[in-house]
Structures are given as structure tokens and as C-alpha cells.
């Protein structure tokens, strides 16, 4: 990955991490940084009842569960009695998968402007191929 896009997640990391932490001395409920689904690359911060909401609206899969949401987050804040948080290991491996995570989006989008500036947008949406 460029250096200045690596340093660009860096901070978007940093921040979704800062905020979660944030929230968590405010109201002391346990927060995840999760990807967005809609290919913006963005940073979403959140708890237990918001997950529940978005997962009754249809946002997100009626099988999903919280242990699915620990495993997917980059990261999360410890319980409400302090308790859970992650290791330093931990973080890496989180911070790694988060870069992993940029790579293939930015690997998506470029495929997807590559597709769009030949012309191959209507045959990539006949063929239903993710992105389009």
C-alpha cells in the first residue's frame, strides 16, 4: 500500500479508535469500530443497542451476533466493569486486518474505475459481480 494511503487509514483508525474510547468513559458500554458496508471505506463506532437496531431494520444479517461482531470489529473498548479489552497482540492483528480490509476496497474501487473508463460497466452489472 502507498505510504500516504497507509497513513490516511492510520488516522481514520486512530480516530474511530479515539472515539469508541470516548464513548466508553462517557457512558461505560463496550464499543466496536466496524467497516462500512457501502464501499466508502469508512469507520463506524458502535454499541450492543445500535447493533440491535440496524439488525432489526434489515441493515445488517438476522444471524449475526455480538460474538460476530467482536471477531469482525478492528477494534473494541473493554466491558462496562472494565474487563475484556484487548491485548497488544491483539491490537496489531486488529490493525492488520484493518489494513488488509483497505487494500481490498481500494483494490475494488480501482477495478471498478478501470472497468467504468472502458465501457464494461453494463456488461460488469449484467454479470452481477460485487460493486457495481
Given at each position: 500500500?502507498?505510504?500516504?494511503?497507509?497513513?490516511?487509514?492510520y488516522?481514520?483508525?486512530?480516530e474511530?479508535?479515539?472515539?469508541?474510547d470516548?464513548?466508553?468513559?462517557?457512558?461505560?458500554?463496550?464499543?466496536?469500530?466496524?467497516?462500512?458496508t457501502?464501499g466508502?471505506?469508512l469507520?463506524?463506532?458502535?454499541?450492543?443497542?445500535?447493533?440491535?437496531?440496524?439488525?432489526?431494520?434489515?441493515?445488517?444479517?438476522?444471524?449475526?451476533?455480538m460474538?460476530?461482531?467482536?471477531?469482525?470489529?478492528?477494534?473494541f473498548?473493554?466491558s462496562?466493569?472494565?474487563?475484556?479489552?484487548?491485548?497488544?497482540?491483539?491490537?496489531?492483528?486488529?490493525a492488520?486486518?484493518?489494513?488488509?480490509?483497505?487494500?481490498?476496497?481500494l483494490?475494488?474501487?480501482?477495478?471498478k474505475?478501470?472497468?467504468e473508463?472502458?465501457g464494461?460497466?453494463?456488461?460488469l452489472?449484467?454479470?452481477?459481480i460485487?460493486?457495481?
Amino acid at each position: 500500500m502507498n505510504v500516504f494511503r497507509k497513513l490516511n487509514a492510520y488516522l481514520r483508525l486512530r480516530e474511530a479508535v479515539n472515539q469508541a474510547d470516548a464513548a466508553w468513559q462517557r457512558n461505560r458500554k463496550r464499543y466496536y469500530v466496524l467497516p462500512s458496508t457501502d464501499g466508502s471505506r469508512l469507520l463506524i463506532v458502535m454499541d450492543r443497542q445500535n447493533f440491535r437496531v440496524l439488525k432489526r431494520k434489515g441493515y445488517i444479517d438476522r444471524s449475526a451476533s455480538m460474538p460476530d461482531l467482536a471477531v469482525e470489529s478492528f477494534y473494541f473498548t473493554p466491558s462496562g466493569n472494565g474487563t475484556g479489552c484487548l491485548s497488544d497482540a491483539d491490537r496489531r492483528h486488529k490493525a492488520a486486518q484493518y489494513y488488509s480490509w483497505v487494500e481490498a476496497e481500494l483494490r475494488v474501487a480501482k477495478e471498478k474505475r478501470r472497468a467504468e473508463s472502458k465501457g464494461w460497466t453494463g456488461l460488469l452489472k449484467r454479470l452481477k459481480i460485487k460493486g457495481w
